[in-house]
C-alpha cells in the first residue's frame, strides 16, 4: 500500500452494514471495491460508483484493506479461505478487518493464518446499526498491531466515529463484542 495516497478498500458482505460501509467510503472519496453474492446490491453500489466483482478473490487483486461484513466464522471462512477466497490475491502487507460475529479463538487463528500469509489483520467487530453504518459513524472495538492500525486507520475513521483500541492480540475484539 502506498502511504502517500488512500488505500483502495474491499468491502465483503453487503447486508445491512456492509452496504452502509461500503457507501460511506463511496461518498468519503475512496475507491471502493465490494463482493456479495447478491447481484442486487452489487447493483447498489456500482450505480453509487463503486467497483464490483464476482468473487472475493477478484476483489482481493485490487484492494489493500478489505472489510469483511459478513454474519459469522462460516462465512468469514469461505471469503477468506475458500476456493475463490480473498487471501490468495491479496498483496503482501495489506489489512483484513474482521468484522463478523464469531469467536475470539477463531478470530486470533484467522490472524495467525492471515500473518502467515504476510498480511495483517484488525479484529474489529462494530456496533451501531445499519443507520450509523450509513452515516460513517459506527463504533469499533478493535484488536491488532500497531501496523496493522496503521496501514487502516484512514478506512476505520472514514466508517466509524469511535475506534476503542483494545491491544495488539487479535481476537481481544471478539471478546468485547
Not at 456492509?18 to 463511496?26: F, H, I, K, S, Y
Not at 452489487?42 to 487483486?61: C, E, K, M, N, W
Request: no cysteine.
Amino acid at each position: 500500500m502506498n502511504p502517500e495516497k488512500r488505500p483502495e478498500v474491499g468491502v465483503i458482505g453487503l447486508g445491512s452494514m456492509g452496504m452502509g460501509v461500503a457507501r460511506t467510503l463511496l461518498a468519503k472519496g475512496f475507491v471502493t471495491h465490494a463482493f456479495d453474492i447478491r447481484q442486487h446490491a452489487l447493483d447498489v453500489i456500482a450505480a453509487a460508483g463503486g467497483v464490483t466483482h464476482a468473487t472475493p478473490a477478484a476483489l482481493g487483486r485490487k484492494a489493500d484493506v478489505v472489510i469483511v461484513l459478513v454474519v459469522n466464522a462460516e462465512q468469514t471462512e469461505s471469503v477468506l479461505f475458500g476456493p475463490d477466497g480473498v487471501v490468495a490475491t491479496l498483496k503482501p502487507g495489506s489489512v483484513v478487518v474482521a468484522s463478523a460475529t464469531v469467536a475470539p479463538e477463531y478470530a486470533a487463528s484467522v490472524g495467525e493464518r492471515l500473518v502467515a500469509q504476510g498480511l495483517h489483520m484488525v479484529d474489529a467487530p462494530v456496533s451501531g446499526g445499519a443507520a450509523r453504518a450509513a452515516k460513517g459513524e459506527l463504533s469499533i472495538m478493535g484488536s491488532g498491531t500497531d501496523t496493522a492500525f496503521a496501514k487502516a486507520q484512514t478506512v476505520l475513521d472514514a466508517i466509524a466515529v469511535k475506534v476503542y483500541r483494545l491491544g495488539d492480540a487479535v481476537g481481544t475484539g471478539s471478546k468485547a463484542r
